[in-house]
T-cell receptor, first 117, second 113 residues
Framework: GAVVSQHPSWVICKSGTSVKIECRSL??????MFWYRQFPKQSLMLMAT?????????EQGVEKDKFLINHASLTLSTLTVTSAHPEDSSFYIC?????????????FGPGTRLTVT | AQSVTQLDSQVPVFEEAPVELRCNYS??????LFWYVQYPNQGLQLLLK??????LVKGINGFEAEFNKSQTSFHLRKPSVHISDTAEYFC???????????FGKGTTLSVSS
């Protein structure tokens, strides 16, 4: 089955620094990837839709200058949390859209836990 | 716009008892409905999905769900739960093809012996 990976699986960084999270589709090409954020014991909130070769579409209330998304290839999207603060600590999950075989499936990565100290 | 409401935030049950996790959706267009499970500190695993056809959908780990258009519901059921079913369960909806999944707030299923 289709596999989506994320790297790193967890990261601790100091306040004010930037952190990059990678989302890769390992065995399929994904023109569209989605980034979600999950606070402890809460649901997944869609942050943005990432389309290969174009600018990401951000959900209302998500700061595009703080959460930089780049989707430079059909298998890789990156989320960079710039000037991270403790309130950015969260579980970030990506998903990739697989259109193989005429289908339209969304596969999720295992998530990246970010802790900002 | 689509939305999902999970009616129970926590559901405690005893092992081998049946369980139902409730999910209602709202949408002005045809929907695709999903149930995911999340174990602690892990990503999401797809349990089952409804795209079209039979309203009774069977998934992995003995779970099933029934799509009820008149009630706008997609409740998840299992006739006999195990300790290992303890996890967070999310109902999700997708309206148009290509759009992202929209998740409910989740239901914590706690199975005890």
């Amino acid at each position: 089955g289709a596999v989506v990976s994320q790297h790193p699986s967890w990261v601790i960084c100091k306040s004010g620094t930037s952190v990059k999270i990678e989302c890769r589709s390992l065995d399929f090409q994904a023109t569209t990837m989605f980034w979600y954020r999950q606070f402890p014991k809460q649901s997944l909130m869609l942050m943005a839709t990432s389309n290969e070769g174009s600018k990401a579409t951000y959900e209302q209330g998500v700061e595009k200058d703080k959460f930089l998304i780049n989707h430079a290839s059909l298998t890789l999207s990156t989320l960079t949390v710039t000037s991270a603060h403790p309130e950015d600590s969260s579980f970030y999950i990506c998903s990739a859209r697989d259109l193989q075989g005429g289908g339209d499936e969304q596969y999720f990565g295992p998530g990246t836990r970010l802790t900002v100290t | 716009a689509q939305s999902v409401t999970q009616l129970d935030s926590q559901v405690p049950v005893f092992e081998e008892a049946p369980v139902e996790l409730r999910c209602n959706y709202s949408s002005s267009v045809s929907v695709y409905l999903f149930w995911y499970v999340q174990y602690p500190n892990q990503g999401l695993q797809l349990l089952l999905k409804y795209l079209s056809g039979s309203t009774l959908v069977k998934g992995i780990n003995g779970f099933e769900a029934e799509f009820n258009k008149s009630q706008t519901s997609f409740h998840l059921r299992k006739p006999s739960v195990h300790i290992s079913d303890t996890a967070e369960y999310f109902c999700a909806v997708k309206g148009q093809a290509g759009t992202a999944l929209i998740f409910g707030k989740g239901t914590t299923l706690s199975v005890s012996s």
